[in-house]
């Protein structure tokens, strides 16, 4: 059983920044990817960014240029992993999920509220 523990949503004005981070309980599992997902009301839950043990990323084409996803340094697992979210959208409002993967199955945080005021 992998554990997520999301911090960092808020409040921020357009055009702004906030640093998201999804810290996940150290266990005996080896987790290869973990990344960021939203999902508005009504929506259907999306990726935002996902980076892998390997350090290979990829984006959401709505945020490329803006978000930048990281990792820790952790030898062939991911602990922590972070995302730089900046020149913030009224459209980025909602709820954000970290989400890791370990041994074939799928753990999801309980989110985090972004959001971006005008």
């Known amino acids: 059983q992998v554990q997520l523990v999301e911090s960092g949503g808020g409040l921020v004005q357009t055009g702004g920044s906030l640093r998201l981070s999804c810290a996940a309980s150290?266990?005996?599992?080896?987790?290869?990817?973990m990344g960021w997902y939203r999902q508005a009301p009504g929506n259907q839950r999306e990726l935002v960014a996902r980076?892998?043990?390997?350090?290979?990323?990829?984006?959401?084409d709505a945020v490329k240029g803006r978000f930048t996803i990281s990792r820790d340094n952790a030898k062939n697992t991911i602990n922590t992993i972070y995302l730089q979210m900046n020149s913030l959208k009224s459209e980025d409002t909602t709820v954000y999920y970290c989400k890791a993967n370990s041994g074939g199955a799928a753990y999801w945080g309980q989110g985090t509220q972004v959001t971006v005021s005008s």
């Open positions: 980076i892998t043990t390997g350090g290979r990323t990829n984006y959401a």
């Open positions: 150290r266990n005996i599992f080896t987790i290869s990817a």
